[in-house]
C-alpha cells in the first residue's frame, strides 16, 4: 500500500476523451478493465488525527474497525502504521512506524484513540491508565428514559469464559469493578442522550452496565438493543498527560456522519454537547454534581 493523491482516469463511452480527478488516501487497490475502458480505484479514508505529536497522537476511530486484530484483518493498529508510514515515502531507509495501544475501543464504538508512538511514551501512557490520570468521555444513545438512572454506577463484571460477552455479577462474586458516572443529557420514553465519564476500563463496560439497568445502547443487540446501522456509542474526549513534559492535552473527537439519522430532536444537545467538550479546559464531571 501507499500514501498520496492518486489520479482516477475514466473514459466517457460517449466521448473519445477522458475525464479526471485526483484523490487523496491511502491505495488499497487499483485494477482497471481494456474492453470496458475504465480503470477502478478502491481508495481507503485516511484515519483523522485530531492531535500529532513526534511522541503520541489522537486519532478518531471509525465505527465498525477493530482496534487490534490478528493478522489479515483490518484494523486500526495496521491502517495507522500505513498512514504514518506514507509520511516517509520518499525515504527508501523508512521502516515501519511504531504504533503503540495503551487502550483500545471495541469494534463498533467510534471516538479518540490515544496512541504512542514510542516504546517510552507506551510506557507512560500505560502507567497513566493504570493510576486512572486518563479521563475518558463517551456519547451514548440508549433506549428508554435514563432521567431516573443518573449518576455513578458502581457494578462487578466479568468476562463470560469462551465467549465474547461480559456480564454483571452480584456483589458478592469474584469479578471487577465497573465504575463510571453518567448524566442524561435530554430523554424521552423512547431514547436517551448520555454523556458518561469512565472510571474503569472492562470489557463492553458501558454497554453492559447500561443494559443492566434497563438502558441497551442503540444499536448494541448483543445486549439488547435494537438492531440499528450502527452501535450509538462514541469516544467524544480523552484527557491525559504529556508523556515527556508531563503538561496536560486533550483531544475531542466528532460523532460519525451515520448520528445525523438520529431523531432531530436529539440533534441539537448532541451539538451543543460537543462544542461544550471541544472548547472546555477540563470537564467537572462527578456524581455529586448530577
Known amino acids: 500500500m501507499s500514501w498520496g493523491r492518486v489520479k482516477a482516469t475514466q473514459q466517457d463511452p460517449s466521448k473519445n476523451y477522458y475525464s479526471s480527478c485526483w484523490i487523496s488516501g491511502v491505495l488499497s487497490l487499483i485494477s482497471f478493465s481494456r474492453t470496458k475502458r475504465i480503470f477502478r480505484i478502491q481508495m481507503t479514508i485516511p484515519i483523522e488525527l485530531l492531535l500529532n505529536e513526534k511522541s503520541h497522537c489522537v486519532v478518531n476511530k471509525p465505527a465498525d474497525l477493530f482496534t487490534q486484530a490478528a493478522p489479515g484483518?483490518?484494523?486500526?493498529?495496521?491502517?495507522l502504521e500505513e498512514q504514518l508510514l506514507g509520511q516517509y515515502s520518499g525515504d527508501k531507509s523508512a521502516t515501519l512506524p511504531f504504533v503503540g495501544l495503551p487502550h483500545r475501543l471495541d469494534k463498533g464504538t467510534s471516538g479518540a484513540v490515544l496512541i504512542a508512538r514510542?516504546?517510552?511514551?507506551?510506557?507512560?501512557?500505560g502507567l497513566q491508565f493504570q493510576t486512572r490520570k486518563v479521563?475518558?468521555?463517551?456519547?451514548?444513545?440508549?433506549?428508554?428514559?435514563?432521567?431516573?438512572a443518573q449518576g455513578r454506577w458502581n457494578d462487578t463484571v466479568r468476562k463470560i469464559p469462551d465467549e465474547a460477552k461480559a456480564e454483571?455479577?452480584?456483589d458478592s462474586a469474584p469479578g471487577k469493578e465497573a465504575s463510571l458516572d453518567a448524566k442524561c443529557i435530554i430523554a424521552t420514553r423512547?431514547?436517551?442522550?448520555?454523556?458518561?465519564q469512565l472510571h474503569t476500563g472492562r470489557m463492553h463496560q458501558i454497554r453492559i452496565q447500561a443494559a443492566s439497568r434497563g438502558l441497551p445502547v442503540l444499536g448494541d443487540q448483543l445486549y439488547g438493543g435494537?438492531?440499528?446501522k450502527f452501535v450509538?456509542?462514541?469516544?467524544?474526549?480523552?484527557?491525559?498527560?504529556?508523556?515527556?513534559?508531563?503538561?496536560q492535552q486533550n483531544a475531542t473527537a466528532k460523532v460519525p456522519p451515520s448520528w445525523e439519522s438520529l431523531p432531530q430532536m436529539l440533534q441539537g444537545p448532541l451539538s451543543d454537547m460537543q462544542q461544550a467538550l471541544a472548547t472546555s479546559e477540563s470537564v467537572?464531571?462527578?456524581?455529586?454534581?448530577?
Open 135 to 148: 479521563h475518558k468521555y463517551y456519547l451514548a444513545v440508549v433506549q428508554g428514559d435514563a432521567r431516573n
Open 190 to 196: 423512547e431514547l436517551s442522550l448520555l454523556l458518561i
Open 118 to 125: 514510542n516504546q517510552r511514551a507506551l510506557k507512560r501512557f
Open 226 to 228: 435494537k438492531a440499528s
Open 168 to 170: 454483571i455479577l452480584s
Open 73 to 79: 484483518i483490518p484494523n486500526l493498529q495496521n491502517r
Open 284 to 290: 467537572e464531571f462527578t456524581a455529586k454534581q448530577i
Open 232 to 247: 450509538a456509542l462514541h469516544a467524544a474526549r480523552i484527557d491525559f498527560f504529556h508523556p515527556t513534559h508531563g503538561k
